[in-house]
């Protein structure tokens, strides 16, 4: 617990806490990148996703002071934009999974052979394989944006969504193998 507390996230939330010029914004610089990847792919909206933005910058200045350094800053402010998101979607009444993807299947291993690097080798894959990420559910692009753009471990993921390491190596398997059903289809080739 000593190295979080005497971590660069220690001097960045003792700044903003105590007023310093320049430190919330510093924090908001810090981790804007991770607040649009989660709440863009939820609500896929950008009008929607920046006001979520904001109300989630404006939801951690209101309670950094319950911030309790048990997990890493980055985790703590994920789990808010999660949670902003959430309601959002709660609110708007989209659905977060496709019907029957409950996340109950244990996947335990996600490596499948498939490399998403490889397909995006070239722009038109790149391209189809943005357009498929799209079509999937909200909960499944968030988890693929956290893992894969944000390079979250399963840990951390499972402290910003509160889903269970199993479940989120679940939805992680079922989105790639989605993923490569589609390329497959799309090209003719076999990813």
Same mark, same amino acid.
């Given at each position: 617990?000593?190295?979080? !507390?005497?971590?660069?996230? !220690?001097?960045?939330?003792?700044?903003?806490?105590?007023? $310093?010029? %320049?430190?919330?914004? $510093?924090?908001? $610089?810090?981790?804007? %990148?991770?607040?649009?990847?989660?709440?863009?792919?939820?609500?896929?909206?950008?009008?929607?996703?920046?006001? @979520?933005?904001?109300? #989630?910058?404006?939801?951690?200045?209101?309670?950094?002071?319950?911030?309790? *350094?048990?997990?890493?800053?980055?985790?703590?402010?994920?789990? &808010?934009? *999660?949670?902003?998101?959430?309601?959002?979607?709660?609110?708007?009444?989209?659905?977060?999974?496709?019907?029957?993807?409950? +996340?109950?299947?244990?996947?335990?291993?996600? %490596?499948?052979?498939?490399?998403?690097?490889?397909?995006?080798?070239?722009?038109?894959?790149?391209?189809?394989?943005?357009?498929?990420?799209?079509?999937?559910?909200?909960?499944? !692009?968030?988890?693929?944006? @956290? *893992?894969?753009?944000?390079?979250?471990?399963?840990?951390?993921?499972?402290?910003? #969504? +509160?889903?269970?390491?199993?479940?989120?190596?679940?939805?992680?398997?079922?989105?790639?193998?989605?993923?490569? %059903?589609?390329?497959?289809?799309?090209? +003719? &080739?076999?990813?």
């Amino acid at each position: 617990m000593d190295d979080i !507390r005497s971590s660069p996230d !220690r001097e960045l939330v003792d700044a903003v806490l105590a007023n $310093r010029p %320049g430190a919330f914004e $510093r924090l908001i $610089r810090e981790y804007q %990148g991770l607040c649009w990847h989660i709440i863009q792919r939820m609500a896929r909206n950008p009008e929607d996703a920046r006001e @979520l933005c904001q109300d #989630t910058f404006l939801r951690v200045h209101q309670c950094l002071h319950q911030y309790r *350094y048990e997990s890493a800053l980055k985790s703590w402010i994920g789990r &808010v934009a *999660y949670t902003i998101a959430l309601r959002h979607l709660q609110h708007k009444r989209v659905p977060l999974v496709e019907h029957g993807d409950d +996340g109950d299947a244990l996947v335990e291993n996600i %490596g499948d052979g498939f490399d998403l690097e490889v397909a995006c080798a070239d722009e038109e894959t790149a391209q189809q394989l943005h357009a498929a990420i799209e079509s999937l559910p909200p909960l499944q !692009r968030t988890l693929l944006t @956290l *893992y894969y753009l944000e390079e979250t471990s399963i840990p951390e993921i499972a402290r910003i #969504t +509160g889903l269970a390491s199993g479940t989120i190596k679940s939805h992680l398997f079922r989105s790639r193998l989605r993923l490569r %059903g589609v390329l497959e289809t799309r090209t +003719g &080739v076999a990813a």
